[in-house]
């Protein structure tokens, strides 16, 4: 079936530091992918998405792309501030049926 | 900016207890869902609603669990008669479009439910 695998956390990073957390997928058929953020006390925000190969999703100055032949879409950043302390979550849309398929989310902490 | 909210946001509850999550999704929104998250496991899906039926479930969605819309802005959860390992974190979500893939959810802020 369709599923998700994402990169373990705690990531801890300085400020201005390059982020990448790793995503990878199985899935049938033509799946949507995508990232969203968890800030403390709030719920899961869309970041950022690609619905075919090849695209790229960005948003925030992060960007992600849609890897077919790797199944991947990993989530990058060139230069994180404290503001992006949060837990990501990759997330597949799969197109046989309405549910999305979620990794368990990376806790991200940007240090001064 | 519209959005989805639930209550509460944290439920204690005795084992063999009921509980009811509430959700107040987005106003214009026609597909309703429900996922969950026990610590430190992936967020699961549990079950998508839209034309005040089920349309799909997962089979964590037992005869436990049921959901209802009673009016034109709620989406509720119950879970009959809690499990110590019904403990998790709930999260409401909407989507305006048909159910596609392609379509973002809207989440809500989720409600931590813990069973004793």
């Known amino acids: 079936g369709d599923s998700v695998t994402q990169m373990e956390g705690p990531v801890t990073l300085s400020e201005e530091a390059f982020l990448t957390i790793n995503c990878t997928y199985t899935a049938t058929g033509y799946p949507s992918l995508f990232w969203y953020v968890q800030y403390p006390g709030e719920g899961l925000q869309l970041l950022l998405k690609a619905t075919k190969a090849d695209d790229k999703g960005s948003n925030k100055g992060f960007e992600a792309t849609y890897r077919k032949e790797t199944t991947s879409f990993h989530l990058e950043k060139g230069s994180v501030q404290v503001s992006d302390s949060a837990v990501y979550f990759c997330?597949?849309?799969?197109?046989?049926?309405?549910?999305?398929?979620f990794g368990t989310g990376t806790s991200l902490t940007v240090i001064p | 900016e519209p959005e989805v909210t639930q209550t509460p946001s944290h439920q204690v509850t005795q084992m063999g207890q009921e509980v009811i999550l509430r959700c107040v999704p987005i106003?214009?929104?026609?597909?309703f869902y429900w996922y969950r998250q026990i610590l430190g496991q992936k967020v699961e899906f549990l079950v998508s609603?839209?034309?005040?039926?089920?349309?799909?479930k997962s089979e964590i969605f037992d005869d436990q669990f049921s959901v209802e819309r009673p009016d034109g802005s709620n989406f509720t959860l119950k879970i009959r008669s809690t499990k110590l390992e019904d403990s998790a974190m709930y999260f409401c979500?909407?989507?305006?479009?048909?159910?596609?893939?392609?379509?973002?959810?809207?989440f809500g802020p989720g409600t931590r439910l813990t069973v004793l």
């Open positions: 997330a597949l849309g799969s197109n046989t049926g309405n549910q999305f398929y």
């Open positions: 106003s214009n929104h026609l597909y």
């Open positions: 979500a909407s989507t305006h479009f048909s159910g596609s893939s392609y379509n973002e959810q809207f």
């Open positions: 609603f839209y034309n005040n039926e089920i349309s799909e």
